[in-house]
């Protein structure tokens, strides 16, 4: 069978999203993809789940909520232990639910009235979970006293509400993420999530009942978060939402198979990979999904992927390949690749390659691919610039600077601008902003925007430097200022 370049590409711009994000959206299973440290992450007794912006965490907080989805869990792997009657409370998150969890001014107000994180979350948990069985009452200050004066009875309802739980074989779980949400400075928000995974260990004890928590690497610094007693037993429980190179084109497969009218490129996909699709049912719907027996064999994604987008990113070898390029120039300096930003980049290839190249052999033009990769680390820098309001100060400083560099290069531009004492100001500080230069570097590297050479020069992935309009010898165009 033969699917034109032109049919492929109406394909990836039919079945990738603009915006591949978690929130402002119901989840579809079909584009529900399981990596194997996923699956571990979902796990009950996973109370931590690590992850870079991107990578599935707000994805799977979301995913979880919906039972459909949860069936459908159940199908990929029994052992998650994850089903449609499982009960699921929000205990925070980015989307507000007042009634579920208190917002940051709720909180800042309740901090302020001498209020502990730990009790905080404490009720949080309580409310959700024993809603049914508690009197109603209004506001968190209200809800925060009660559970303070009624220890046993609480304690009481938490051993009926886990023996009913085990009677009917299922779980509860309280789901927590966007935890940077909660608070205005970076000291605060590790103190309540010290507060959560204390109680996330005092539930530990019962068969039934557990919270999960999705946190950035950097919230997850166990030198502020894991002051307290018993702290080992949550930090044993965490789990890294990971991507290999394989996932992210298995992720690929499933948005592109499960597309509309797809059926072309299900059958021209077998034949081309010797693939023959596993599949699921959910929520009425036949999911298709790339076989589990051959997710990490690179081959039969390489030749798929090459079908796609031709053999080389230029007009010889010497240029590099598709399959391996692009994943690597949208790494960290950790080699992390967010799916996100391989999916905005693919949609962003394809809709350059209509525009610039439509007459192309290839559904993707290499020179598109590039340009998607631009989209994706303009895309990416967005993202830190929510997540981390301080790191432009860092990095619009130098703008324009070609790497690798040396580090005195860096320092010199951040002082003549005097980077360091203009970030105290602020509230939300780098953890290592009283180290000065060298402890920026050292936040730097830890997040993968700085890669240590081993001559001591500083590198920064593409992903990151195009978008913040640094330059590389041979490398992809950054990003100019408009």
């Known amino acids: 069978m033969k699917v034109s370049a032109h049919d492929l590409r109406a394909l990836i711009l039919r079945a990738l999203p ?12 079909r584009h529900v993809y399981f990596p194997p440290s996923h699956i571990k992450a979902l796990r009950p007794d996973a109370m931590v789940v690590i992850g870079i912006r991107g990578s599935g965490k707000s994805f799977w907080w979301s995913a979880l909520q919906e039972p459909p989805i949860r069936t459908m869990i159940a199908q990929i792997d029994r052992s998650i232990q994850i089903e449609e009657r499982t009960e699921v ?4 998150g980015q989307v507000s ?8 001014d709720t909180i800042r107000s309740l901090l302020r009235a001498g209020k502990s994180p730990r009790m905080l979350w404490k009720t949080v948990a309580v409310w959700n979970l024993l809603s049914d069985r ?38 509860a779980l309280i789901l927590f993420d966007a935890m940077e949400q909660a608070a205005e400075d970076r000291e ?7 507060g959560l995974l204390q109680i996330a260990l005092e539930l530990r004890p019962t068969q039934r009942i557990r919270l999960k928590c999705f946190l950035r690497p950097d919230q997850f610094d166990e030198s502020r978060v894991a002051k307290f007693q018993d702290a080992s037993k ?3 429980s965490r789990v890294s939402l990971n991507w290999t190179r394989p996932d992210l084109y298995g992720l690929l497969w499933q948005y592109l198979a499960n597309a509309e009218n797809a059926d072309e490129f299900r059958e021209w996909a077998e034949q081309k990979a010797n693939i023959r699709w596993d599949l699921i049912r959910a929520n009425g719907q036949i999911i ?33 390949f598709p399959y391996t390029w692009l994943p690597g120039h949208l790494a960290d300096a950790h080699g992390r690749t967010s799916p996100r930003s391989f999916l905005i980049a693919l949609r962003a290839a394809a809709e350059d390659t209509e525009k610039r190249y439509p007459d192309h052999r290839f559904a993707l033009h290499y020179e598109s691919i590039k340009r998607g990769v631009q989209r994706a680390s303009q895309i990416r820098v967005d993202e830190l610039r929510e997540d981390y309001p301080w790191l432009e100060d860092l990095m619009r400083p130098l703008r ?6 040396d580090f005195q290069e860096i320092k010199r531009r951040w002082r003549e601008q005097n980077v360091v004492e203009a970030l105290k100001q602020k509230k939300m500080l780098p953890p290592s902003i009283e180290e000065g230069e060298e402890g920026l570097r050292k936040d730097l590297e830890a997040m993968g925007i700085f890669l240590r050479m081993e001559d001591g020069r500083v590198n920064i992935p593409d992903v990151f430097r195009i978008g913040y309009g640094l330059g590389r010898r041979g490398g992809v165009k950054p990003i100019r200022e408009a």
């Open 188 to 194: 605060t928000m590790y103190d309540l999530i010290r």
């Open 97 to 104: 639910r007042i009634e579920n969890y208190p917002d940051k």
């Open 134 to 171: 508690l009197d109603p009452m209004q506001g968190w200050q209200a809800r925060i006293d009660w559970v303070e004066e009624h220890p046993e009875e609480i304690a009481r309802h938490l051993e009926e509400k886990d023996r009913e739980l085990q009677r009917k074989g299922a779980w």
């Open 234 to 236: 949550v930090i044993a």
């Open 89 to 92: 409370h929000i205990g925070f």
């Open 288 to 320: 298709y999904q790339w076989p589990r027996k051959m997710r990490e064999e690179e081959e039969s994604h390489r030749s798929l992927f090459h079908q796609i987008a031709g053999p080389w990113m230029g007009r010889d070898p010497k240029r590099g």
């Open 400 to 405: 324009g600077l070609v790497v690798p560099c």
């Open 18 to 29: 603009e915006e591949p994000s978690a929130y402002g959206g119901r989840m579809e299973p």
